[in-house]
């Protein structure tokens, strides 16, 4: 076992799931959970070479001996559905979140590390943060510790053939769009940027699957009012795309969000009906701009008596997708910067912000 804990940050989203693989690069895996046992007749071969997790023992309410498939091996087993789309406090208690958070540990262990002490970061959406029930949940289901000054109970997880145990010492959570703004705030190796940003005021809009988080910041520091969160995101705009492609084309019953989400996310407008392509960019071009508005109308309210003070900026899956309609619609108060890197964005604010308070200790 690792003597010294490791710092794991990672962002569990309603659609992605966002993770340094092996400790390196930034990964993107599908918040997919599926229990094998709701699936009479499924079984292991070598054309679907998946590999299951098997809870074995652990704080974390997860059913023990039971087969799941979690992220990219879900997806290839056929599983499309959405782990639950809302806030943390719904998923909180959720078997499933509990697991893509494990999952995702596990995927940013180094190389050869089965045994490891943890000190682990992630994002809550802003809706969760007035709730601390939410934090303390999380906490007490990763780290098995429910008093203060208890030791924390590990976890015994089984991926494919390889057994883990973590042991997680510590846990953070801050709200998404706090993570999307440290990245500007702060080094990836935790030092304070020397660059006047504490002193700047920003609006961060981080849109995700089925949230959108808001808030407005000098620095680290709350700009009254200015912080919110929704119950929109661009899974929203997918489902209206999908009806009014449906409406158009009704042959096309089957057609699923997550289709239309991945038309979206590739910029592409075509698809096939009875063998045919079919451009189908006036309903892509409809629910986003649909889903924008909706979504402006409830944050603009919120900024719009110091929003000429500072500046947007936007980030998450579905920030990239509705850059250019968000930017469109806002042209006429202030302009819109869309930060690169936007979907692993957050993931790496809650990093480098955990780094830097980790090095303060």
């Given amino acids: ?69 979690v992220g990219h091996d879900a997806q290839r087993a056929g599983v499309t559905d959405v782990a639950l789309i809302g806030s943390a406090e719904l998923r909180a208690q959720a078997p499933a979140y509990l697991l893509l958070h494990l999952a995702a540990i596990v995927a940013s262990l180094p190389a050869g590390v089965t045994r490891a002490q943890v000190i682990f970061a992630g994002g809550l959406p802003v809706a969760d943060d007035p709730h601390p029930q939410v934090r303390t949940t999380l ?85 009254p009012g200015s912080e919110g969160g929704l119950q929109l995101g661009v899974q929203h705009a997918a ?32 698809i096939t009906v009875a063998g045919a392509p079919c451009d189908v960019r006036a309903e892509l071009q409809t629910a986003l701009h649909d889903t924008a508005s909706a979504i402006l109308a409830q944050v603009l ?25 968000i930017s469109a619609l806002l042209a006429p108060l202030t302009s819109v910067t869309l930060l690169s890197e936007a979907l692993i964005r957050v993931a790496d604010g809650i990093e480098r912000l955990a780094t830097y308070r980790v090095q303060g200790q």
């Fill in 1 to 69: 076992m690792t003597t010294t804990p490791i710092l794991i940050a990672a962002d569990i989203g309603n659609v992605t799931t966002k993770y340094r693989h092996q400790g390196g690069a930034w990964a993107i895996a599908p918040s997919l959970v599926r229990m094998l046992s709701s699936r009479p007749g499924y079984c292991f071969t070598t054309e679907t070479p998946v590999q299951p997790w098997v809870y074995l023992s652990g704080p974390a309410g997860i059913e023990p001996n039971t087969p799941y498939l």
């Fill in 139 to 223: 906490h007490q289901r990763l780290t098995g510790k429910t008093e203060p000054g208890s030791p924390p109970i590990p976890h015994v997880l089984q991926w494919g053939a390889t057994t883990y145990t973590l042991t997680i010492m510590r846990t953070s959570f801050i709200p998404q769009p706090i993570g999307a703004l440290a990245t500007l705030l702060f080094t990836p190796d935790g030092r304070i940027a020397a660059n006047g940003a504490l002193l700047r005021q920003r609006y961060v809009l981080d849109i995700g699957g089925g949230t959108t988080d808001f808030t407005g910041r000098q620095g680290l520091d709350l700009i």
């Fill in 239 to 270: 489902e209206t795309a999908r009806a009014l492609i449906q409406r158009r084309f009704p042959r096309l019953r089957h057609l699923e969000a997550g289709q239309v989400l991945t038309l979206l996310r590739q910029g592409e407008a075509t």
């Fill in 301 to 325: 309210p919120r900024w719009e008596r110091t929003l000429a003070q500072g500046e947007v900026l936007l980030c998450g899956g579905g920030g990239q997708v509705m850059a250019p309609t």
